[in-house]
């Protein structure tokens, strides 16, 4: 599935903005950026549409979809395809242990869950989490989509949809992303892992991170 260039360009730079100032006293600043310009383009690649109608997946990549998430989740996603799309249930994760309850690939021949596996498993041990075959809090992971190598116009990436469930409130939340990298397909493999680990945290209840 094509990671596009100016896209994965694009995210990198918003998110480096947002967690870097506009100038470091002392040192030169180079060209001034108009603030209103930046939270401007800000608010359009994080406005908010349904993935039906929005992502040009659903009639460029249609073999993508519904071999993983079902219709009624495509229905309610929502995001861009800058950031993803989402659907929260109301999932809420209150513990430190986590299962890895399947993770699927709809192109067997490229052989890339195992290498998934492995990253996820690090980014999850890196964030301080254990995974556990009874954890109530499960992670379902489907392959959808890969960019191999580099073009003109791509990046090599990695497409996924994936579920983080609480299974004893019943509750899930839904993600269908893109991570590519010029580094390689391995490197956008892990950084999709540790995105999927970095949503995660951010639903983890305050009182267990201490």
């Not at 960019?147 to 983080?164: D, F, K, N, W």
């Not at 839904?174 to 590519?180: E, H």
């Not at 391995?186 to 999927?196: Q, T």
């Amino acid at each position: 599935m094509p990671i596009n260039k100016n896209r994965a360009a694009i995210q990198a730079a918003i998110i480096l903005s947002v967690l870097i100032p506009f100038s470091v006293p002392g040192q030169d600043a180079g060209p001034k950026v108009d603030p209103r310009t930046y939270l401007a383009e800000l608010a359009r690649l994080g406005a908010r549409k349904p993935f039906l109608t929005d992502s040009p997946d659903v009639y460029l990549e249609p073999q993508s979809l519904n071999q993983f998430f079902t219709l009624p989740i495509y229905r309610k996603l929502q995001g861009n395809a800058y950031f993803g799309y989402r659907y929260d249930e109301g999932f809420i994760f209150d513990g430190k242990e986590v299962q890895i309850e399947v993770i699927k690939e709809l192109m067997p021949e490229k052989r890339c869950s195992a290498s998934y596996r492995v990253a996820l498993e690090k980014a999850l041990e890196s964030s301080g989490l254990k995974i556990t075959p009874k954890a109530s809090c499960r992670i379902g992971i489907c392959i959808v989509g890969i960019e191999e190598r580099e073009t003109p116009q791509t990046i090599p990436g990695i497409m996924i949809e994936a579920y983080l469930r609480n299974a004893q409130l019943k509750k899930s939340y839904f993600i269908r992303y893109g991570a590519g990298s010029p580094r390689g397909l391995p490197a956008a493999i892990r950084l999709s892992a540790e995105m999927l680990v970095s949503e995660l945290k951010h639903r983890q209840k305050i009182e267990t991170r201490n």
